[in-house]
């Protein structure tokens, strides 16, 4: 769109210390949680989230306790893998202001980082940048590439990062195309797999040496007052100016860059983007940085300011780049049938057919839980050691 130019004290404690040692991190918890999707069980009437007591910040529920009601060691057990980079390129221009797109993107945003936690580094860039007196001031790196959070009930440093750091409301134009160069440069020297995740809400502008006819003229497009699509072109002076012609070109260029630097490109095209013109670009966008859908629209249309939509969008991205179904240990558990997998903090039963298998270091997810993985409905896969294996009932 146009815009203007939770632990235990005592023994307990004392054993989950002993086990961080030998593993990634430690805790012990209270109740057994349930198996995934068992409708017939009744959580007790107290305790934290969801019915279970919190057994602190970075344990899953129920995680820790035994069916005779001891307890047992409940440990996160490391993956033996490289983290991929997540970077997002976030447009908070002034129309992002609208229906509170802005709000709804950084916490979207945000849930992603708790989601996939620290098995993803992230980053961010936005734009335009601070300064409120330039409508086109440059774009502000406000997030280097950092490791995620550890698991847990609340926000770790990455997370309060990026919050804090987009508090600050929509203003000023889209310089699309500067923020991509400026992110090319920061991700250079990044290593192990890069991706950049574009969410811009219309069309991007801003350069100072642009001349455009109506047909790519901002004002024409978007039919602002006086400026008919069929022309002139509002965007010559010296009534009309530059920066707010459609500055594609460049932005593809831009896009380019990245894609052979052997960085993908994501693009996601906010309420505001369904321009015909717009979504042209965006498709092209999409193409040029190796993330075509197969079809019209290539890029991912968000058209409703509807989190869960935005959500929805981002996950799939998000498994694009780190979904799996098979996951390496460091090294093979000491006991197999002391092992339990929980998918968004839900243990999911050693079942054969819908639920997951263990063979060495190697944990493969089955049927549906695998599906939901890969297609982005469950972020959080996490695997505990140190308490009975629980089976379907």
Request: charged content about 20%; some cysteine; aromatic content about 4%.
């Given at each position: 769109?146009?815009?203007?130019?939770?632990?235990?004290?005592?023994?307990?404690?004392?054993v989950c210390g002993l086990v961080t040692a030998l593993l990634l991190v430690a805790g012990c918890g209270s109740d057994r949680p349930p198996p995934a999707g068992d409708s017939k069980?009744?959580?007790?009437?107290?305790?934290?989230?969801?019915?279970?007591?919190?057994?602190?910040?970075?344990?899953?529920?129920?995680?820790?306790?035994?069916?005779?009601?001891?307890?047992?060691?409940?440990?996160?057990?490391?993956?033996?893998?490289?983290?991929?980079?997540?970077?997002?390129?976030?447009?908070?221009?002034?129309?992002?202001?609208?229906?509170?797109?802005?709000?709804?993107?950084?916490?979207?945003?945000?849930?992603?980082?708790?989601?996939?936690?620290?098995?993803?580094?992230?980053?961010?860039?936005?734009?335009?940048?601070?300064?409120?007196?330039?409508?086109?001031?440059?774009?502000?790196?406000?997030?280097?590439?950092?490791?995620?959070?550890?698991?847990?009930?609340?926000?770790?440093?990455?997370?309060?990062?990026?919050?804090?750091?987009?508090?600050?409301?929509?203003?000023?134009?889209?310089?699309?195309?500067?923020?991509?160069?400026?992110?090319?440069?920061?991700?250079?020297?990044?290593?192990?797999?890069?991706?950049?995740?574009?969410?811009?809400?219309?069309?991007?502008?801003?350069?100072?040496?642009?001349?455009?006819?109506?047909?790519?003229?901002?004002?024409?497009?978007?039919?602002?007052?006086?400026?008919?699509?069929?022309?002139?072109?509002?965007?010559?002076?010296?009534?009309?100016?530059?920066?707010?012609?459609?500055?594609?070109?460049?932005?593809?260029?831009?896009?380019?860059?990245?894609?052979?630097?052997?960085?993908?490109?994501?693009?996601?095209?906010?309420?505001?983007?369904?321009?015909?013109?717009?979504?042209?670009?965006?498709?092209?966008?999409?193409?040029?940085?190796?993330?075509?859908?197969?079809?019209?629209?290539?890029?991912?249309?968000?058209?409703?300011?509807?989190?869960?939509?935005?959500?929805?969008?981002?996950?799939?991205?998000?498994?694009?780049?780190?979904?799996?179904?098979?996951?390496?240990?460091?090294?093979?558990?000491?006991?197999?049938?002391?092992?339990?997998?929980?998918?968004?903090?839900?243990?999911?039963?050693?079942?054969?057919?819908?639920?997951?298998?263990?063979?060495?270091?190697?944990?493969?997810?089955?049927?549906?839980?695998?599906?939901?993985?890969?297609?982005?409905?469950?972020?959080?896969?996490?695997?505990?050691?140190?308490?009975?294996?629980?089976?379907?009932?």
């Amino acid at each position: 769109m146009t815009r203007g130019p939770r632990v235990h004290a005592g023994v307990k404690a004392a054993v989950c210390g002993l086990v961080t040692a030998l593993l990634l991190v430690a805790g012990c918890g209270s109740d057994r949680p349930p198996p995934a999707g068992d409708s017939k069980y009744t959580p007790p009437a107290t305790g934290g989230s969801g019915g279970f007591q919190d057994a602190g910040s970075n344990k899953p529920p129920g995680c820790g306790q035994k069916d005779d009601g001891s307890f047992c060691d409940c440990v996160d057990v490391p993956l033996f893998a490289e983290a991929p980079n997540m970077y997002f390129v976030l447009d908070r221009s002034g129309s992002m202001a609208e229906d509170n797109k802005w709000g709804k993107v950084r916490q979207v945003v945000a849930q992603i980082l708790r989601g996939l936690g620290p098995r993803a580094n992230f980053g961010a860039t936005l734009f335009p940048g601070f300064d409120d007196s330039q409508a086109c001031s440059a774009p502000r790196e406000v997030l280097k590439l950092t490791p995620g959070d550890p698991p847990g009930t609340q926000d770790g440093p990455t997370t309060k990062k990026l919050l804090t750091a987009t508090q600050s409301p929509p203003s000023g134009g889209t310089p699309t195309a500067q923020a991509l160069r400026d992110v090319l440069q920061s991700l250079r020297t990044a290593t192990g797999k890069t991706f950049v995740i574009l969410a811009t809400d219309g069309g991007p502008n801003c350069s100072a040496t642009a001349s455009c006819t109506a047909e790519l003229c901002q004002p024409n497009i978007e039919s602002a007052p006086n400026c008919p699509p069929a022309g002139p072109s509002c965007c010559e002076p010296p009534n009309g100016f530059p920066e707010s012609c459609l500055d594609s070109a460049a932005t593809d260029s831009a896009v380019a860059a990245l894609s052979s630097a052997g960085i993908p490109v994501y693009v996601i095209g906010l309420p505001g983007t369904s321009t015909p013109t717009y979504a042209k670009l965006l498709d092209r966008l999409a193409t040029t940085g190796g993330t075509a859908l197969p079809t019209s629209p290539k890029y991912y249309k968000v058209d409703t300011s509807n989190e869960s939509v935005l959500l929805a969008a981002l996950k799939k991205i998000a498994a694009k780049i780190i979904a799996t179904c098979e996951f390496t240990l460091k090294e093979a558990p000491a006991q197999a049938n002391l092992v339990n997998v929980y998918l968004d903090e839900v243990v999911l039963p050693q079942d054969p057919t819908n639920g997951w298998k263990i063979e060495g270091a190697k944990v493969t997810l089955l049927g549906d839980s695998c599906t939901k993985v890969l297609s982005g409905d469950i972020l959080d896969v996490r695997i505990i050691a140190g308490c009975p294996t629980v089976a379907p009932r």
